[in-house]
């Protein structure tokens, strides 16, 4: 299976850019990378799904080099909800045998 | 309302004993799947269904028995309840293996 890496913690301010990495060195040719946001008590939210080069919706943008194994969230001019535990999820479309990491803990302070 | 839904959000029981989690979707979505949740270890997959009646092993199946006679329904059964089973436990649903819309989630104590 496919194993992920992130930072366990980040910390930024309000109004700042947050770029957060995740390695994923032994991704497959079919596996697609997601995002997903999580908050205390509650379960995760997805945010951002790629394959490969960049993608951006309303909420975060999402980098994908040529060679595929990391990724970087992006999240635009933070706000403090924006404080929650971020996943990087690798999967196989195939066999939907899907792994999460352990998640990048984002602080954002005032 | 539309939406996955989870019972029991909190549940106690002792070691030894069965539990059962149920997970509900409203969606008529294809897949769904079992996770757990541990200090330190982030989301695990447990089980997942990509269809009624086919279900498939996850990371860390060991202990658990589930289960799909209805699209809409997930139910995770704990056949002999183990301490290292306490955790919270998330039912997600999907109609890709990827874009999953997570249930509440189930605190599970195990005495």
């Known amino acids: 299976l496919a194993k992920t890496t992130q930072p366990i913690s980040m910390d930024s301010y309000e109004g700042q850019e947050v770029n957060i990495t995740c390695s994923h060195n032994n991704i497959a040719t079919n596996d697609y990378i997601t995002w997903y946001q999580q908050f205390p008590s509650q379960g995760p939210r997805f945010i951002i799904q790629?394959?490969?080069t960049k993608v951006t919706n309303e909420v975060a943008s999402l980098f994908i080099p040529a060679d595929r194994k990391s990724s970087t969230l992006s999240l635009p001019r933070v706000s403090l909800s924006d404080t929650a535990v971020y996943y990087c999820l690798v999967g196989f479309t195939g066999f939907q045998k899907l792994v999460f990491g352990t998640g990048t803990r984002l602080l954002v302070s005032p | 309302d539309a939406g996955i839904t989870q019972s029991p959000r909190y549940k106690i029981t002792e070691t030894g004993r069965q539990v059962t989690l149920m997970c509900h979707q409203t969606w008529s979505h294809s897949y769904m799947f079992w996770y757990r949740q541990d200090l330190g270890h982030g989301l695990r997959l447990i089980y997942y269904?990509?269809?009624?009646?086919?279900?498939d092993k996850g990371e860390v199946p060991d202990g658990y028995v589930v289960s799909r006679s209805k699209t809409e329904n997930f139910p995770l059964t704990l056949e002999s309840a183990t301490r290292s089973q306490t955790s919270v436990y998330f039912c997600a649903s999907s109609e890709s293996p990827s874009e999953q819309y997570f249930g509440p989630g189930t605190r599970l104590t195990v005495t």
């Open positions: 269904s990509a269809a009624a009646d086919i279900t």
């Open positions: 790629g394959y490969k």
